[in-house]
């Protein structure tokens, strides 16, 4: 945390001309700005269901396209049983 204190005689300008220079010099809003839009990473427990579960919906969907029966309302379908 950057704490500024307020010497004798100093105007606040200049007190927060001080500030923003010691922000600046501290690389905090450096910081802020690169983890802002940044999104957590998977934990290894995570991407591995996640393959598991891409693996079993692409089974299924060339199954049913082998048997011609696939389209978008039976690809929701199948996701929506493969998630319970």
């Given at each position: 945390?950057?704490?500024?204190?307020?010497?004798?005689?100093?105007?606040?300008?200049?007190?927060?001309?001080?500030?923003s220079r010691r922000v600046?010099?501290?690389?905090?809003?450096?910081?802020?700005?690169?983890?802002?839009?940044?999104?957590?990473?998977?934990?290894?427990?995570?991407?591995?269901?996640?393959?598991?579960?891409?693996?079993?919906?692409?089974?299924?969907?060339?199954?049913?396209?082998?048997?011609?029966?696939?389209?978008?309302?039976?690809?929701?379908?199948?996701?929506?049983?493969?998630?319970?």
């Amino acid at each position: 945390m950057i704490e500024v204190k307020k010497k004798d005689r100093e105007s606040s300008e200049s007190l927060i001309r001080r500030f923003s220079r010691r922000v600046q010099q501290s690389g905090v809003l450096v910081k802020a700005r690169r983890s802002r839009f940044r999104a957590d990473e998977k934990t290894k427990r995570e991407k591995i269901s996640g393959a598991i579960y891409k693996e079993k919906v692409r089974k299924v969907v060339n199954k049913l396209k082998k048997m011609g029966k696939f389209d978008e309302s039976t690809f929701k379908n199948v996701k929506k049983k493969l998630i319970k």
